[in-house]
């Protein structure tokens, strides 16, 4: 019978004694099942009933306090079993107690000493303080003795016949230490028990919440402290989160944090596999009250079809915003200039068209051949004058030779045929054609040519062919008939070369003071049809020509009077063939 | 010499070196070695004292530690009040008016355990500004004058039974507003 009536008794206290659940029946907060709820509450009046009929034969209440998450609790043993009735006051002793008035310690105390006729029927634990009126089972209370001059009786837990007090709102100094007396007070006498308490470093903490998510090489773990209390007292919370799996070591992540909700991304893990995280909170002084329960999930798994939505946005997005990035490119390009696509000249430009000589037109016939001209005798000035045979197919010429040859024509000037000179250097024609060498023998000229062709470079021969060669350059024949071009053989040379005239179109008409007329107007097939019917006369005056030039001009410059002599012979040449 | 001796020995020449290889460690773990410290010790303080004696209830005494100590939210200010209190408690059990029910050895760790935090605390001298502002000299003040009526209660009541048990719930206390103020040293 006793072993049946101890069953419950012993049952509540387990339940208290692993910490599974606080007493909900005093209104605390409480986050376990009913199950335990109801079974406490079942115990406590099982416990509470019987305990008025037990006979107090045991000293040793071995009080003991939950606390977590600053939710106080006090328990005790109720002892042996007795049949007398038995009730319990809770007493508490606190340095800081002792900064109360004592005007309110009197009330405290009168109202604990009137509590002690009160009559508890402690079958409802809810409500433990026992109403006026009601029938008393304790025993009277002996007299206190002076030590409890700074004590305060729990009203909540006086006559109490339950094992268990809260001391929740009792306990709000948390940095203090609290000494807690337990009193049991049966007709024998009282029994009293005494422990210490801090709820500062005594609490524990409550597991906290968390929820798992996977990702396909990791796990996001959000984890929400159990009461925002915690960062309050402790200011800053440790917190350890294991990830374990079958054949491969935990990994942990240890931390603090100052949040009371925060999450954790747990890397570098593998994915399509099982992974148990558990999440615990601890204090330099204070651990949790009890681990926290696994949860499991595969990585990788659970959000398969969003990944894959991910794989198909993402792209697409990207490929968007890229093409945008370079349309915008684009136009801004086009805006600054940098792309003209086909659009009208501006109007500042619109003229252009409109000029008689179009950039892009060919040239008119007869402006091309007074180009063709001017060409023409730079080029023989090049050609006689230093041999460079580069500058013999330049158009533009250099303006180095033309002063060059204009010096020569001031030395001449300096000498006894001014007049003449002058005259040549006004006809813009060739004044190489001066300083050759008069009356040379048609054996020597030819001698000095076969000399030339041995030694001269490779432009040399260009301007001796246009002598001997029919297969010469049409500038090569030009020049040719640029070196006949004298006003002072004006006549003697169209006469002399007897058949170039019949070949150029207008031979006849040619007068001294139009010699460049038919090389203006000739055309290259005009002159390879001439080189071929040169006389050895003409060929002869060529060599002649050429040979100063190619000496040098100091050679040429040094015997004035032979060139003078030269101009003299060549009139006196011209007498003849006129003859 | 017992193995139980040679163990304590042992132990106690490491707790000597103990001053020394805190005091090369700078003052990145000083935060560190302060929790350390106030775990050690609470844990000690209550393996001294299973069980508090009702008797001694009657001659409770309240010293009141001053709680104004933990107003001290600047970390330079939370550090000196920590001296204070350290060097306060070594004082006092360093003291002869005292009979603790420890074992010597374990008087002896505790002691050292104090002092070497106590000359890690030193470290900051460099950093920290040596003037005291108004607020730091009147918590100075404060507990200057709590530990001054620990002393005077030791002095009339030291050799009691319930001196220490008494004694040691203040030291509980103090080691608990350490702990508070540690955390705000941020060191």
């Known amino acids: ?579 | 010499m017992t193995p139980k001796l040679q163990a304590a020995a042992g132990l106690l020449g490491l707790m000597l070196l103990l001053p020394a290889h805190i005091t090369a460690l700078g003052c990145n773990s000083l935060k560190l070695e302060q929790q350390r410290l106030n775990s050690e010790s609470l844990k000690m303080l209550k393996e001294a004292g299973t069980k508090f004696p009702e008797e001694c209830l009657e001659n409770m005494t309240s010293f009141n530690l001053p709680a104004k100590t933990l107003k001290a939210h600047h970390p330079e200010f939370a550090t000196k009040a920590i001296h204070e209190i350290l060097q306060g408690f070594f004082s006092i059990l360093s003291s002869d008016l005292v009979k603790s029910d420890w074992e010597y050895t374990t008087k002896t760790r505790f002691l050292n355990m104090v002092h070497a935090q106590s000359t890690h605390q030193r470290c900051l001298r460099k950093d920290v500004t040596l003037g005291w502002s108004k607020e730091e000299w009147k918590t100075k003040l404060k507990l200057k004058k709590y530990f001054k009526r620990i002393w005077v209660f030791l002095k009339e009541n030291g050799q009691s039974s319930c001196a220490w048990d008494i004694l040691r719930l203040e030291l509980q206390m103090g080691f608990i507003y350490t702990d508070i103020l540690t955390q705000r040293m941020d060191i």
């Open chain 1, 1 to 579: 019978m006793m072993a049946l009536l101890m069953g419950p008794l012993n049952f509540y206290n387990l339940g208290f004694s692993e910490e599974i659940s606080p007493p909900i029946s005093f209104g605390n907060k409480s986050h376990d099942t009913g199950f335990c709820s109801i079974r406490m509450y079942i115990s406590v009046i099982a416990s509470a009933s019987y305990s008025s009929f037990e006979k107090n034969t045991s000293s040793s209440l071995q009080p003991h306090i939950n606390a977590k998450d600053f939710e106080y609790v006090l328990t005790w043993k109720t002892g042996n079993n007795t049949r007398m009735p038995t009730c319990f006051n809770v007493i508490y002793y606190s340095s800081s107690l002792e900064t109360k008035s004592n005007s309110e310690k009197k009330d405290e105390g009168q109202d604990a000493s009137s509590s002690k006729s009160r009559f508890q029927q402690s079958e409802d634990p809810n409500h433990p303080v026992l109403q006026p009126g009601e029938p008393s089972v304790c025993p009277s209370m002996p007299e206190r003795s002076d030590w409890f001059k700074n004590h305060r009786i729990v009203p909540e837990c006086s006559n109490i016949t339950r094992p268990f007090c809260n001391l929740t709102k009792e306990f709000t100094d948390l940095w203090t230490t609290y000494l807690i007396l337990v009193e049991q007070v049966t007709k024998n006498g009282v029994t009293r028990s005494l422990i210490e308490f801090s709820p500062y470093s005594n609490s524990c903490l409550g597991q906290p919440q968390f929820n798992v998510s996977s990702c396909p090489n990791c796990v996001n773990v959000s984890v929400k402290l159990s009461s925002p209390l915690l960062l309050k007292v402790y200011r800053d919370i440790s917190y350890t989160i294991k990830v374990s799996t079958a054949g491969f070591p935990d990994k942990r992540d240890d931390n603090t944090t100052k949040q009371e909700s925060f999450s954790v991304v747990m890397g570098n893990l593998l994915p399509n596999r099982n992974y148990c995280i558990t999440v615990d909170v601890f204090t330099n002084l204070n651990t949790q009250c009890s681990p926290s329960s696994p949860k499991c999930i595969i990585t990788g798994s659970k959000n398969k079809s969003i990944k894959q939505s991910d794989h198909i946005i993402i792209p697409v997005s990207l490929g968007i915003f890229v093409s945008l990035i370079v349309i915008v490119i684009l136009l801004v390009l086009y805006k600054i200039g940098l792309i003209c696509l086909r659009t009208d000249w501006p109007n500042i430009l619109d003229f252009i068209p409109k000029f008689a000589y179009s950039t892009f037109d060919s040239v008119p016939e007869e402006v091309h051949s007074v180009k063709v001209t001017e060409k023409t005798k730079k080029k023989v000035w090049r050609c006689d004058d230093n041999g460079d045979g580069d500058d013999y197919s330049d158009d533009s010429g250099s303006d180095v030779e033309n002063n060059h040859l204009y010096t020569v024509r001031k030395q001449l000037k300096n000498g006894s045929t001014v007049d003449i000179v002058e005259q040549l250097s006004l006809d813009s024609s060739s004044p190489e054609n001066d300083v050759s060498e008069p009356g040379v023998a048609e054996a020597d000229i030819l001698q000095n040519e076969i000399s030339k062709d041995e030694s001269i470079t490779t432009r040399q021969p260009l301007c001796d062919s246009s002598k001997g060669n029919a297969t010469n350059e049409p500038e090569l024949e030009l020049s040719s008939c640029l070196n006949v071009n004298l006003n002072s053989v004006k006549l003697g040379i169209s006469i002399n070369t007897q058949d170039v005239p019949a070949s150029l179109d207008p031979p006849d008409h040619e007068d001294s003071a139009n010699v460049k007329e038919p090389c203006i107007t000739s055309d290259s097939t005009h002159f390879t049809d001439t080189s071929n019917v040169q006389t050895p006369n003409v060929h002869s005056l060529f060599s002649t020509w050429q040979n100063p030039g190619a000496s040098g001009e100091s050679e040429s410059s040094d015997s004035e009077t032979d060139y003078v002599g030269d101009y003299i012979k060549r009139e006196s040449n011209q007498e003849n063939i006129t003859t």
